[in-house]
């Protein structure tokens, strides 16, 4: 019903920024959140940020004050600002689509943060 897919991971020295894109594709109407979570190497797949169809916003503490979520004007793209990156941040991110029935993922991006 819907498809995800992730754009804009890569390798970036620690104190760097980069932006990550989902573009979602298919039935996305109706009331629904989009987020970004990761999985590091050895740990469980996380949630980083998560944003309402409404505009409110959820983002982990540990990310908190460094990285945006935000969703483009058509609410067909979520968007992830990451800035004074770490190297704990290194990991695969991976896009959600949820409404109150269904969730869908992205296929994932990687992200390397070097020290």
């Known amino acids: 019903q819907v498809q995800l897919v992730e754009s804009g991971g890569g390798l970036v020295q620690a104190g760097g920024s980069l932006r990550l894109s989902c573009a979602a594709s298919?039935?996305?109407?109706?009331?629904?959140?989009m987020g970004w979570y990761r999985q590091a190497p050895g740990k469980q797949r996380e949630l980083v940020a998560v944003?309402?169809?409404?505009?409110?916003?959820n983002i982990s503490d540990s990310v908190k004050g460094r990285f945006t979520i935000s969703r483009g004007n058509a609410k067909n793209t979520v968007y992830l600002q990451m800035n004074s990156l770490k190297p704990e941040d290194t990991a695969v991110y991976y896009c959600?689509?949820?409404?109150?029935?269904?969730?869908?993922w992205g296929q994932g991006t990687r992200v390397t943060v070097s020290s």
């Open positions: 959600n689509f949820r409404n109150g029935l269904y969730n869908f």
């Open positions: 298919g039935r996305t109407f109706g009331p629904n959140a």
């Open positions: 944003i309402s169809s409404g505009g409110s916003t």
